[in-house]
């Protein structure tokens, strides 16, 4: 029992602190690829000493310290071709540190901690995980990784592929880094804003896996999601001026705290105005709109991602479907597509106008979207327009629409819910 709960704290430890001893590590080495493969040696290490001889007192500075001496040898074996050796032994030797490493307290692996370095050391991480020279599955698996903490497995897991495509990608985006010559920093604030969009859409990427899963057998990747909100969380701090991050975070939280209604006793969805609204996570609703009134507060006007936000607070504060401001949403939805246009976003504006004007007035904006190829192999816009069909009284049209939205739906309870569509039409 004592190995068991002790390999259950280096798990735990690992999850929460994994981000801050990659980011030190990395600070330390000058080398973000040698940095992950430190902290992952030091993890393996703590596998087997943790159950043995105890859980050190400081369980993150036991990480962190394995890891430098990691790093020792490492540049010990290339000291032929490396001078940096040198200069680390020396400074160790002399019981200082080498210039720009956490300096370690006496006794059973302690390190202090610089908790301002620390948010740059994770801020780094993030944007170096993000950086846009990696493709974007390369970004979210490295994010989910060194970030997030979490195994090739369990993200193999949470998407769908062999852990072997997981590993690939991660070894692929290490290479790329080094080929690029990424270094372990925050952009300078010049380049910031650019680069945290790529950082912004990564974790909004995970968050809307985790919240509607492309494909398998549950609509809810709960531990996905929870990982995104939790990312989300850590870069709102990190950069507590910037208003999209705030955004982010308010649309993450504004969706999410809907998940306890979404599905019901077997896991089948339930639609928004089927939802019991009772059962909505009124801390994660509070949570959301604090993070929006930031945003807001800043000043600059709200970005993509606050307007998404302010369209999930519309409903989070209605009492009911019909009860809903409508012409608001449809409103939001107009100044999203002029700032980030997409299909999707002028789909969901279509849906909007059905509740506010009738299906007759949003049928027009769908077949538009159809006549142009929109949405190609998805089966989001068949079942808006099998929707709108079915409202209209046209059901051997609407028939039609949703068959094809259940041919193309990957996810077994989506289809589940079309199918129930079509065999209640006439």
């Given at each position: ?253 504004l969706t999410a705290a809907r998940f306890p209604a979404r599905t019901g006793p077997d896991g089948e969805p339930v639609l ?53 401001d409508w012409d608001r949403i449809v409103v939001l939805y107009e100044a999203l597509g002029r700032l980030a246009p997409s ?80 065999a209640a039409l006439p």
């Open positions: 029992m004592a190995g068991r709960s002790a390999r259950e704290t280096v798990a735990a430890v690992w999850r929460i602190e994994s981000a801050r001893i990659v980011g030190g590590l990395a600070r330390y080495t000058g080398d973000f690829a040698l940095a992950e493969d430190l902290a992952q040696e030091a993890l393996a290490e703590a596998l087997v000493t943790w159950p043995r001889d105890g859980v050190p007192r400081n369980p993150a500075g036991w990480l962190l310290t394995v890891g430098r001496r990691r790093a020792i040898d490492a540049f010990r074996r290339r000291s032929a071709r490396d001078e940096r050796y040198a200069a680390l032994a020396r400074g160790l030797g002399e019981g200082g540190a080498a210039p720009g490493a956490v300096p370690a307290a006496a006794g059973d692996g302690d390190v202090l901690w610089d908790p301002d370095r620390i948010d740059d050391d994770v801020l780094a991480l993030m944007f170096i995980s993000c950086h846009p020279v990696l493709a974007r599955e390369a970004r979210v698996a490295l994010t989910l990784r060194v970030v997030g903490g979490l195994t090739s497995d369990e993200i193999a897991s949470a998407f769908l592929v062999p852990t072997a495509t997981v590993q690939a990608r991660i070894t692929r985006a290490k290479k790329t880094l080094g080929a690029a010559r990424v270094p372990f920093e925050a952009p300078p604030a010049a380049e910031r804003a650019e680069r945290l969009g790529s950082v912004l859409s990564v974790i909004y990427l995970i968050f809307t896996e985790g919240s509607s899963a492309s494909s398998g057998d549950v609509l809810i990747r709960r531990d996905l999601a929870g990982e995104a909100q939790r990312l989300a969380r850590v870069l709102s701090r990190l950069v507590p001026d910037e208003p999209e991050a705030h955004g982010l975070l308010a649309l993450l939280e928004l105005e089927d939802q019991d609204r009772t059962r909505w996570d009124r801390s994660a609703i509070g949570r959301g709109r604090a993070a929006l009134a930031r945003a807001e507060k800043a000043g600059r006007g709200l970005g993509a991602y606050g307007l998404q936000a302010a369209i999930a607070e519309c409903h989070a504060v209605a009492p009911s479907a019909a009860e809903t299909p999707v976003v002028d789909l969901n504006r279509a849906v909007a106008v059905s509740m506010a004007r009738g299906p007759a007035a949003a049928l027009p904006v769908v077949d538009a979207l159809a006549a142009a190829g929109a949405l190609a192999g998805s089966h989001l816009l068949p079942t808006v327009r099998g929707e709108l069909l079915t409202r209209l009284g046209r059901p051997a049209e609407a028939r039609a629409e949703l068959e094809r939205a259940a041919g193309l739906c990957r996810n077994e309870r989506e289809r589940t819910v079309l199918e129930r569509k079509i």
